[in-house]
């Protein structure tokens, strides 16, 4: 069974530009929800969406936004890109997005965004 | 959030065995405690995780006290493929989302 795929794998963008990026959850899973990792930092959470509606937000501007299709795949889109932007974006997939003893998020390889 | 504390730099020898500790001293009763891993640059990749039981899967054990307080993560015959900055992470379930919320980790090294 393929896992949760990701593309691009990398991207480069100069200031002010505006990014989308797209993510494949694990067959029969409806939830997916995006995280970017700074250079030697862990992973920040930026969103969850469950059945195209969405559950939650991190603490991230309003130049960052997504959504999730019927086919449950999601796109994340930044608009006017700043330096600070360039991360590795993390799309992770579970089954319905609430906490339960089976419901684990396995993650996407990721897309390396570099902002110049 | 209930926070975790790990060491951020540990080293193990090949085929032995890798403890890998944990402080959640404000975890909740029904949060669960998960273990994930990540390989330069790669995603993190799911290991195990519990709530008060301890657990065991083909990857991992994992040890959680009574008091939940703490874990240990114990990869049983470490290889140098288990290299990789390991995450332990208190599951939360916050404004109606579920997130996961990394800390620094642990980066293992595994000698030869």
């Known amino acids: 069974d393929a896992g949760v795929t990701q593309s691009p794998t990398h991207l480069i963008k100069t200031r002010g530009q505006h990014v989308t990026l797209r993510c494949s959850p694990i067959s029969g899973h409806k939830s997916v929800s995006w995280y970017q990792q700074v250079l030697g930092q862990g992973p920040q959470f930026i969103f969850q969406?469950?059945?195209?509606?969405?559950?939650g937000r991190g603490n991230f501007p309003d130049r960052f936004s997504a959504r999730q299709f019927p086919n449950y795949s999601s796109e994340l889109n930044v608009n006017a890109l700043l330096l600070g932007d360039s991360a590795l974006y993390l799309c992770a997939s579970s089954l319905v997005g609430r906490l339960s003893s089976t419901d684990t998020q396995y993650f996407g390889p990721g897309t390396r965004l570099t902002v110049l | 959030d209930a926070k975790t504390t790990q060491p951020p730099s540990m080293d193990c020898a090949e085929g032995r065995a890798a403890n890998l500790p944990c402080n959640h001293s404000t975890i909740s009763g029904n949060e669960y405690v998960y273990w994930y891993r990540q390989i330069h640059s790669q995603g993190p990749q799911y290991i195990i995780h519990?709530?008060?039981n301890n657990e065991t899967n083909e990857m991992a054990s994992l040890i959680i006290t009574e008091d939940r307080k703490s874990s240990t993560l114990i990869l049983p015959h470490a290889t140098l493929r288990d290299t990789a900055v390991y995450y332990c992470i208190v599951r939360v379930l916050g404004q109606g989302a579920q997130k996961l919320v990394f800390g620094q980790g642990t980066r293992l090294t595994i000698n030869p």
């Open positions: 519990g709530l008060k």
């Open positions: 969406y469950y059945e195209k509606e969405e559950r």
